[in-house]
Nanobody, 117 residues
Framework: QVQLVESGGGLVQPGGSLRRSCEAS????????MNWHRQAPGKGRELVAA????????IYADSVKGRLTISRDNAENMVYLQMNNLKPEDTAVYFC??????????WGQGTQVTVSS
């Protein structure tokens, strides 16, 4: 059974930092690209960061470039999202996603991140 278990969400003040984690089990982790998405209230799901299987390349949404950093540890089956200089507009539920070939994809449970003073 494939599981993606997320941790590290919560409440943070504007300008603050959070580190999101996503631990994968039940799959060959190195065979999957990993993504982080978010969904704000009343909006659709948005891809914010993606990283290749080997972790040697990543892409970001324009809205988070320079503030969010995706990384992975293939030995530990972990993917991370370091979130710095957070803004109120970053408030959303954040999801990790594992993407293999074709329809082979899995989602984490989603965790709330709230940026507010």
């Amino acid at each position: 059974q494939v599981q993606l278990v997320e941790s590290g969400g919560g409440l943070v003040q504007p300008g603050g930092s959070l580190r999101r984690s996503c631990e994968a089990s039940g799959l060959t982790f190195v065979g999957y690209a990993m993504n982080w998405h978010r969904q704000a209230p009343g909006k659709g799901r948005e891809l914010v960061a993606a990283i290749t299987r080997a972790g040697d390349s990543s892409i970001y949404a324009d809205s988070v470039k320079g503030r969010l950093t995706i990384s992975r540890d293939n030995a530990e089956n972990m993917v991370y999202l370091q979130m710095n200089n957070l803004k109120p507009e970053d408030t959303a539920v954040y999801f990790c996603q594992a993407v293999g070939g074709g329809q082979d994809t899995y989602w984490g449970q989603g965790t709330q991140v709230t940026v507010s003073s």
